[in-house]
């Protein structure tokens, strides 16, 4: 048996304001809106990971969801020039990640990283 998938599934009353952070932040693409529901992908072969942790790292919160980018510093730059709040300043963790945390418009706590080169 292999696992093909696992799906985030973030409850909201707004789903086109979740839609639009997402796809505006992040540049994920819509592949499925029924308007109760929409469905958003990046066009990469994600591997299928799911953590457990007691904590989030350098005393920080367990986040909701773990987003790794190719370019964390520009996406860093979007989401402040969009005016969204950052919970945690771009960090380069001793760990081997670059990553900040921010809020998205439902309330969880992304954590948004890229692996150092």
């Not at 904590?55 to 367990?62: A, H, Q």
């Not at 860093?76 to 709040?85: D, E, P, T, V």
């Not at 760990?95 to 418009?105: A, E, I, K, N, Q």
């Given at each position: 048996m292999t696992v093909k998938r696992i799906v985030a599934n973030i409850a909201t009353s707004s789903v086109q304001e979740l839609q639009s952070f997402y796809t505006d932040v992040f540049d994920l693409d819509v592949v499925m809106d029924m308007g109760w529901i929409a469905t958003l992908a990046s066009g990469e072969n994600a591997p299928v990971q799911i953590s457990f942790a007691?904590?989030?790292?350098?005393?920080?919160?367990?986040?909701?969801?773990?987003?790794?980018?190719?370019?964390?510093?520009?996406?860093?730059?979007?989401?402040?020039?969009?005016?969204?709040?950052?919970?945690?300043?771009?960090?380069?963790?001793?760990?081997?990640?670059?990553?900040?945390?921010?809020?998205?418009?439902?309330?969880?706590?992304?954590?948004?990283?890229a692996h150092n080169a």
């Open positions: 007691s904590e989030g790292g350098s005393g920080t919160p367990v986040p909701d969801l773990s987003i790794e980018v190719d370019d964390v510093d520009a996406v860093y730059a979007r989401a402040q020039k969009a005016g969204h709040a950052i919970f945690y300043p771009l960090t380069d963790e001793p760990w081997g990640v670059r990553r900040f945390y921010l809020y998205d418009p439902a309330g969880k706590l992304l954590n948004v990283l």
